[in-house]
């Protein structure tokens, strides 16, 4: 087996904390680039209102209305997983690790996303 | 059949130059730890069975050299465990009086659940943030330089707390993965110790409490 193959071994290890640090990794990634293209958008104002309104437009498509319903996840478990870490590194609730993760982070993050990503999802890909 | 007898089996019936290593065989020595299903597990703790798989993958511990085979040199584990001065250093060496160390204190709380590391160097191997740094003590040495910090007998807090302290090797590298809470074969809350010193430091007026 090669070095390399020893090394990637361990993230295969499927325990909570590792889960939610990947997890946490791989959001903050992802809104990394939902930053620059978000900055990209706002940067169209310098070339006028009309400019700015030709580039929203492209994203009243119900194919970026369902990845703006993915950013809320995104969001959502990035957020409440910092808070989970912030808490972590202060010593407070080590032994509650796992129930922080899938109870807090994924699970009540699931009912704040539902509450989001189902109104935006009737109202602009569903009525389209 | 744990899965050390299964790598004597293997040895005796089938490659006699098969080298692993193994001490007292009841999970006292932490000699025998080593990737077992992609998990850093001791050998002679871990039943066969228990594994739930057809095929068993056993690998040398990650982070660590190998030597040979399920054979790794544990001597960068131990090189960050000597930088936070493992070994007591009391107050006062001649002193021939018992120390009361009352039930209220950090130390009586805390020792209990975290002293039992055998220096298998499970967390080392499990550790993420060890596997792209090599400068990071890593869980095992923080939480011996833990409860040393906690002794109140103990007098030598600075020398400890520099490389606890330090950028890039120190507790703060620490992401909280878990991992090495996770695979220690004795139940040490190491990740429970590296955020109690985070803590400590931030907030020095309460070193105390720890």
Known sequence: MSAFAVQVRKYRQQFSGMTAHVVQRATGLLLLIYLFLHVHTIRQLRDGPAAFNAALATFHSPSFKLLEIALLGTVILHALNGVRIMLLDLGIG???????????????????????AVPMFLNSVWKQ | MTVLDALFLVQREQD?????????????????????????????????????????????????????????????????????????????????????????????????????????????????????????????????AFLRLADPRDIAVAERLAPLNDERG?????????????????????????????????????????
């Not at chain 2, 191997?125 to 990071?136: D, H, L, M, Q, W």
Request: charged share 20%; net charge positive; aromatic share 8%.
């Open chain 1, 94 to 116: 080590h032994e509650r690790q796992r129930r922080m993760f899938w109870g807090y982070t994924v699970g009540f993050g699931a009912l704040i996303f539902l509450a989001g």
């Open chain 2, 170 to 210: 120190g507790i703060w590298r620490c992401h909280t993965q878990f991992n090495c809470t996770a695979v220690c074969p004795k139940g040490i809350a190491l990740t429970d110790s590296i955020a109690r010193l985070k803590r400590a430091m931030l907030f020095p007026g309460r070193f105390e409490e720890l």
């Open chain 2, 16 to 144: 006699p130059s098969l080298s692993f290593r193994c001490a007292c065989r009841v999970g006292m020595c932490g000699t025998c730890a080593m990737s077992i299903d992609g998990v850093p597990r001791l050998a002679c703790k871990t039943r066969v069975r228990t594994l739930g798989t057809a095929v068993v993958q056993v690998a040398p511990l990650p982070n660590l050299p190998v030597v040979k085979d399920l054979v790794v040199s544990l001597e960068p584990f131990f090189d960050q465990w000597k930088r936070t001065l493992p070994k007591f250093r009391p107050r006062d060496p001649e002193s021939k009086t018992l120390a009361v160390i009352p039930h209220t204190t950090a130390y009586a709380r805390q020792t209990p659940s975290k002293r039992d590391c055998i220096t298998c160097g499970a967390c080392y191997a499990a550790c993420g943030v060890k596997s792209t740094s090599g400068e990071y003590l890593g869980p095992a040495a923080v939480n011996r």
